[in-house]
């Protein structure tokens, strides 16, 4: 099974900053992962997948990069929307599909 | 596109709950579709996965043999059976879909549906 450890756990910045995420996998993924973004009583929802493609309707301070085992997740210029949990998955290697343990991005 | 879980609850240890998934204003019937669960406080955890014609299905190691997730394409409906419930399988269950726009990644998520397994 693949693990994702993502960092940090928790990330603290204001509006208009700009957020980098990591994401690390065990074993090489390849292009083969993907973030979603979690807010409170919601559901997550796809920002990007293989790495580094928006998925529909993501605005474009959101990137993506990395290939192998290493990835980032880029947020340019903070909005007050943003703040959320971050999750980091891979479907190289399935079953099981394995997302890493999220990072909290909060006002500070 | 929108997915609508429903038949959560409350059960005890050892029980059974059936969920269903139901694809409301669009056709299931050529994706494949999945379950996610997230346990209070917790990350995401992937259950199970069933693809368009319900041939090939996969779970993850805890829900083997204790779950059973099937389709009904007629109906426009996904199922996960649950037996031998624990505590541990406490969280909201999430019917999500593999978008081929997406390269097969998870691109639409259910509302969820929570899951608690209590005596």
């Known amino acids: 099974e693949i693990v994702l450890t993502q960092s940090p756990a928790t990330l603290s910045l204001s509006p208009g900053e700009r957020a980098t995420l990591s994401c690390r996998a065990s074993?090489?993924?390849?292009?083969?992962l993907a973030w979603y973004q979690q807010k409170p009583g919601q559901a997550p929802r796809l920002l990007i997948y293989?790495?580094?493609n928006r998925a529909t309707g993501i605005p474009a301070r959101f990137s993506g990069s990395g290939s192998g085992t290493d990835f980032t997740l880029t947020i340019s210029s903070l909005e007050p929307e943003d703040f959320a949990v971050y999750y980091c998955?891979?479907?190289?290697?399935?079953?099981?599909?394995?997302f890493g343990q999220g990072t909290k991005l909060e006002i500070k | 596109v929108q997915l609508v879980e429903s038949g959560g609850g409350l059960v005890k240890p050892g029980g059974s709950l059936r969920l269903s998934c139901a694809g409301s204003?669009?056709?299931?019937?050529?994706?494949?579709l999945n379950w996610i669960r997230q346990a209070p406080g917790k990350g995401l955890e992937w259950v199970s996965c069933?693809?368009?014609?319900?041939?090939?299905?996969y779970y993850e190691d805890s829900v083997k043999g204790r779950f059973t997730i099937s389709r009904d394409n007629a109906n426009n409906s996904l199922y996960l059976q649950m037996n031998s419930l624990r505590a541990e399988d406490t969280a909201v269950y999430y019917c999500?879909?593999?978008?081929?726009?997406?390269?097969?990644?998870?691109?639409?998520w259910g509302q969820g549906t929570q899951v608690t397994v209590s005596s």
């Open positions: 999500v879909r593999d978008g081929p726009v997406a390269d097969y990644f998870f691109d639409d």
């Open positions: 204003g669009f056709d299931l019937s050529p994706y494949a």
């Open positions: 069933i693809d368009s014609s319900g041939t090939f299905i």
């Open positions: 074993q090489s993924v390849g292009i083969y």
């Open positions: 293989n790495a580094s």
């Open positions: 998955q891979q479907r190289s290697d399935w079953p099981p599909y394995t």
